[in-house]
């Protein structure tokens, strides 16, 4: 199986437009997976029907037992978090600012903190027109985005049977979600648009998928607003041996396609014939023709 994750420096390049432009027109059944958690809308722009839903825990929470507990305040002493509150009921521990470490649970001479699992998101598998969809949900202000990806990344893979292709729809930037969506990836594509914080976000991606020893691959998104800043990600690309796949021009069929919850395919856009030559050379590039 050849896996391909799409990425970005920074977010709104319009990596998910490339995902589910690319998942449209590849050839041949692929697994999908949206591990871009903390803001997962491939599924927006994909038509597809969710099969199931399954709870996803993150980290742990700890939970004072009020009858036990003396309020000898070792545990608030000792968390680092500041996650212990005072209340006229005793000792309570506040889950927005608990971290799951279990230090409380460990200094606690009367044994009165328990770790309990604490639901973070759900899971989702779905069927789409081109094969299975991952996708997930975490909840507002739950952590462990990286772990989620993990979990997304897995549940594609056993849905994936003996398709020869996953295409991921990445986070963006360079924190836990992106290193755990870069993991095991043979391919990576960086969403790019001319812009100087992209750029800048782009060098900072490209170094960290260096780590990784994955082919990269670029486009540039909305390349005609600046062809000057263009000419010169085409240029560090050069140095830098990343094939440009191919640039997209600013187009309101990709809002119109968005705002329909389709992919921008299908018709005569220049962004749809763009990224038609964007699929071209990524298949011609991997050896992809079915
Ligand atoms: S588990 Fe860690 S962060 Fe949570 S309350 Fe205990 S010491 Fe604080
Ligand atoms: S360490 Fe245990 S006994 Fe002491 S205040 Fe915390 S929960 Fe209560």
Redesign the pocket.
Known sequence: MIRIAVVSGKGGTGKTVVTAALADLIPGSLVLADCDVDAANLSLVIPHEMKSARPYFGMQCAE?DTET????????AYCRFDAIEETENG?KVNPLLCEGCAV?EL????R??TMKPRMAGEIYASSTSRGPLSHARLFPGAGTSGLLVQEVKQAALSSSGEMPLMLIDGPPGIGCPAMATLSGMDAVIIVTEPSISAVHDLRRLVEVCRGFQVRLFLVINRADLDPEMTASIREYCADENISVLGTIPFDPAVLSAVRAGKPVTGGSSPAALALCEVRDALCAALGVTE
Request: glycine letters at 12%.
């Open positions: 004072i507990c003396t309020g000898c305040g070792a545990c608030r000792l409380c200094v606690c001479p009367e009165a903190v």
